[in-house]
């Protein structure tokens, strides 16, 4: 159980779909967190992520969000608004992540403050890899992260640079 869940969810065979997950690896790869933050590829999970983030006061999720807004755009959802968001149930993964909430409020267990942060996509296709323009948000969107960090008070360290592989 951790305090604080830094969740990164999106299918990594749709190019661009796949952000939430690859964010959260570059950032596993460049930082070191404290013990009561746990960074988790969610990937396309749907209530199977309860047992990991059951506990949790606190958390975060990484997506690529269709806002209908410009490719590359940044959205952010907190309180009421994550709930709306969801019941627009865009992909699988996020309708798991609805059940997710939900079913953490069923059993008393609400986690008190969720965030959802997400880019709309560049191109949604198969593939296995983000295009260069939405690799090129990434480190745009860690800065967004360890912001949100901060202010919950918590300051991550930065890899020795031997150790980074990115």
């Known amino acids: 159980m951790s305090d604080i869940t830094l969740l990164g969810i999106g299918n ?90 939900s079913a953490l409020q069923v059993v008393d267990e609400p986690i008190d403050e969720v965030i959802v942060m997400g880019v709309q996509p560049f191109v949604v296709s198969p593939g296995i890899e983000m295009t260069p323009e939405m690799d090129a948000v990434v480190d745009k969107t860690i800065e967004i992260v360890l912001d949100q960090l901060k202010k919950w008070d918590i300051i991550p360290t930065l890899r020795k640079a031997e150790s980074l592989t990115v």
């Open 12 to 101: 990594i065979i749709l190019k661009d779909e796949g952000f939430g997950v690859w964010t959260i690896d570059k950032m596993q790869k460049r930082y070191e967190f404290p013990e009561q933050v746990q960074l988790l590829d969610g990937g396309t999970l749907g209530l199977e992520l309860m047992r990991f983030v059951s506990g949790s006061k606190k958390m975060l999720v990484i997506d690529a969000i269709n806002g209908n807004g410009k490719p590359g755009d940044f959205f952010f959802f907190t309180g009421n608004q994550v709930q709306a968001y969801f019941q627009e149930k865009i992909s699988m993964h996020e309708l798991g992540i609805q059940d997710v909430l």
